[in-house]
C-alpha cells in the first residue's frame, strides 16, 4: 500500500516537525528497505526522521539499517554530520521540501520516484541520490540545480486582481481554470467549490469579480489553515476534513499516520524478501517450477487477505470489542454469535471463546 499526501498535507507536515530545526545530524544510514534514515539531535532529545519517496516522518519506531550501505548515506554523513539544521522549507507549494545547513542544502523531491540532491550554497550538486534527466533540467555532480517549474502559482503569494484576470483569460470552465492557475490539489478546488456552492462547469468567463474573489479567498483559507485530524481517503492522507462518507480512518497527527501506514508497507516488503528468499533456497529442488507458482500464489493470498483485513478494519475491531462485552456479560457463544449476526451488517461463522479465536466472514 503506497501513502501518498497531497502538497497541503507536506505544508501541514513541515509545521509538525517544526522540533527538527536547529537540531544536530548526528547520523544517517539507509535502511534495509532503501529508505533514507536521519538520527537528528534536538532540543527535546533525539529523533530518527526516515525519508520515503513520498514524504518524511519522526519515527516512533525503530527501523533496521544496512551494515555497510556505502554510497549515498556514507556520503552525505560526510558533509552533513554534526552539522545544525538551520531551516526546512517547502518550495512554493511544490512537493520539494530544502533542509539548508551551514554551508549546503539537501533537498527531497517527492514526486515520481522521489530523489534527493546535495548542493553548495551556490546551488551547485555534490551529489543526487539518482541522476535524472529532463529536457530543461539534469541531476547529476557539478550541474547547477534547477527547481522543477511549478505546476501552478502559489495561492499563498498570488495577488487577487492577477488571479481574477488570469480566471477571466481562461476558456475552461472555472474549476478547470482553478486547476490550471493555482498549484493545489484537484481534491481540494473540488472541496472548497462544493461546500461553497460554485458551479464546477460554469465557463470561467461568466463569472463576476465578486465572485471570483471568494473563490480565491475559500481556496487561500483552506492553505492558511493549520492541521488538526488527519483523514486516510483511498490510500491518500488529508490534513483537512473533504469528505465524511469517504472517510476510512482518522489519526491525531501525521507523524502518528505516517508511522502507522509506513510500517504496514515495510512490513509486506519484508513478507516479500522472506517470500523470494524461499523462492531461492528451492532452486535446487525437482519440483522447482511448481514451487515457485506455490509461493506466488501464497503471496497473491497473503496480499489479498492483507487488504481484506485493512478494508474491513473497522468491522473487525467491532466485532472483537461485541465479543469482549458479551463474554463479560456471561452470555455463551452461540448466544454472542446470535446477537452479533441479527446486526446482519456482521456475519460469525466460528467463535471459541477459550482460544480467543473467531472466524468472520468478510
Not at 552539522?83 to 511544490?94: H, N, P, T, V
Amino acid at each position: 500500500m503506497e501513502i501518498k499526501i497531497n502538497n497541503l498535507t507536506l505544508k501541514h507536515l513541515i509545521e509538525e516537525n517544526r522540533i527538527l530545526e536547529n537540531g544536530f545530524i548526528n547520523n544517517i544510514q539507509t535502511t534495509n528497505g532503501d529508505l533514507l534514515k536521519l538520527k537528528i539531535h534536538t532540543k527535546i532529545g533525539d529523533k530518527t526522521v526516515i525519508f520515503t519517496s513520498n514524504y518524511f516522518y519522526i519515527s516512533e519506531k525503530s527501523i533496521n539499517a544496512k551494515m555497510n550501505p556505502g554510497g549515498f548515506s556514507s556520503l552525505l554523513k560526510k558533509y552533513l554530520f554534526n552539522q545544525r539544521i538551520i531551516s526546512i522549507k517547502q518550495k512554493e507549494l511544490d512537493r520539494i521540501i530544502i533542509f539548508e545547513f551551514p554551508s549546503c542544502y539537501l533537498i527531497f523531491e517527492f514526486f515520481s520516484k522521489g530523489n534527493v540532491v546535495l548542493c553548495d550554497k551556490e546551488y551547485k550538486i555534490i551529489k543526487s541520490m539518482r541522476k535524472e534527466k529532463w529536457k530543461d533540467r539534469e541531476l547529476k555532480k557539478d550541474e547547477f540545480y534547477k527547481f522543477p517549474t511549478s505546476k501552478g502559482k502559489n495561492v499563498l503569494t498570488e495577488n487577487v486582481k492577477d488571479f481574477i484576470k488570469d480566471i477571466k483569460n481562461n476558456p475552461k470552465t472555472c474549476f478547470g481554470a482553478v486547476i490550471d492557475i493555482l498549484n493545489i490539489a484537484p481534491e481540494i478546488a473540488e472541496f472548497v467549490f462544493e461546500k461553497n456552492k460554485f458551479e464546477k462547469l460554469k465557463n470561467a468567463k461568466d463569472y463576476n469579480e465578486k465572485e471570483i474573489k471568494k473563490i480565491f479567498q475559500e481556496i487561500k483559507k483552506v492553505y492558511e489553515s493549520k492541521s488538526n485530524l488527519i483523514y486516510l481517503n483511498n490510500k491518500i492522507l488529508y490534513s483537512i476534513k473533504l469528505d465524511e462518507k469517504k472517510e476510512e480512518k482518522v489519526y491525531p497527527s501525521i507523524n502518528n499516520a505516517l508511522n502507522e501506514l509506513t510500517q504496514i508497507c515495510i512490513k509486506k516488503e519484508e513478507n516479500k524478501v522472506e517470500l523470494n528468499e524461499q523462492i531461492k533456497k528451492t532452486n535446487k529442488n525437482e519440483n522447482y517450477t511448481e514451487q515457485i507458482k506455490e509461493f506466488e500464489k501464497k503471496e497473491k493470498e497473503f496480499k489479498l487477505i492483507g487488504e481484506k483485513i485493512y478494508e474491513n478494519y473497522n468491522k473487525i475491531e467491532d466485532i472483537i470489542n461485541l465479543i469482549k462485552k458479551g463474554k463479560e456479560k456471561g452470555f455463551c457463544e452461540r448466544d454472542i454469535v446470535k446477537k452479533i449476526n441479527s446486526l446482519k451488517q456482521y456475519n460469525i461463522k466460528k467463535l471459541y471463546l477459550k482460544d480467543d479465536r473467531v472466524i468472520i466472514e468478510i
